[in-house]
């Protein structure tokens, strides 16, 4: 079974600033997806960037970025230029996809990250 | 494009008592998830439909809890009878099939308290 850990349950930031959430998994897998998903105050989630095992490039989104370290099991997400609208809990999800034997394409997460960002 | 819906947003029950979840996925999504979120815990995934099929139930906590999908459009996920444990929000998630980029789409929950 996979386990996805989130160390930082909550951080706080200054408006402009960079921020970098952490995340950590564990599979014996050799294909599967990475997510990130957004959860702001109240409203749905929303996913934020993907990526697959399989690349070695880095997935970026506008201000949001990975460093995914496969060998590691790393998977941080960066945000630059941080923005008030970026508060939200902040989820890491893995998903081994259906076509590598899984059977279905349940995400696991992680307890997930409170971000603050403060004006 | 209407998103994914769910009704009711928050439910109140006692301990022992039914509760029914709705879940409306995008239209179109095959595949369709149940998941939960229990207070302090990791969102956990209880179910997959693909259509009207359960693709797999591997999370479903124990057999008070029946999902179905009839017609493969909407879902729901009747708790019978309800224990305290079962308090937590409940998120339904649609994803395409065959899209590739294996995209979930998710709805705003149902806050379930059992008192």
């Known amino acids: 079974a996979q386990t996805v850990t989130q160390s930082q349950p909550e951080m706080s930031v200054q408006e402009a600033e960079t921020v970098t959430l952490s995340c950590t998994y564990d599979t014996s897998e050799n294909n599967y997806y990475l997510f990130w998903y957004k959860q702001p105050p109240s409203r749905q989630m929303i996913l934020v960037i993907r990526q697959e095992a399989y690349k070695q490039q880095n997935a970026t989104e506008n201000r949001f970025s990975v460093n995914f370290q496969k060998a590691a099991k790393s998977f941080s997400l960066k945000i630059s230029d941080s923005q008030l609208g970026d508060t939200a809990m902040y989820f890491c999800a893995f998903m081994k996809p259906w076509f590598s034997g899984g059977g279905a394409d349940g995400l696991t997460f992680g307890k997930g990250t409170h971000l603050i960002i403060q004006p | 494009e209407a998103g994914v819906t769910q009704f009711p947003s928050h439910s109140v029950i006692e301990k022992g008592q039914t509760v029914t979840l709705r879940c409306d996925p995008i239209s179109g999504h095959d595949n369709l998830y149940w998941y939960r979120r229990v207070m302090g815990k990791e969102i956990k995934f209880l179910l997959h439909f693909v259509k009207e099929s359960k693709q797999d139930e591997s999370g479903m906590p124990n057999n008070r809890f029946l999902a179905e999908r009839t017609g493969g459009t909407y879902s729901t996920l009747k708790v019978q009878p309800a224990e305290l444990e079962d308090s937590g929000v409940y998120f339904c998630?649609?994803?395409?099939?065959?899209?590739?980029?294996?995209?979930?789409?998710f709805g705003p929950g149902t806050r379930l308290t059992v008192t």
């Open positions: 998630a649609s994803s395409q099939a065959g899209s590739g980029s294996y995209e979930q789409y």
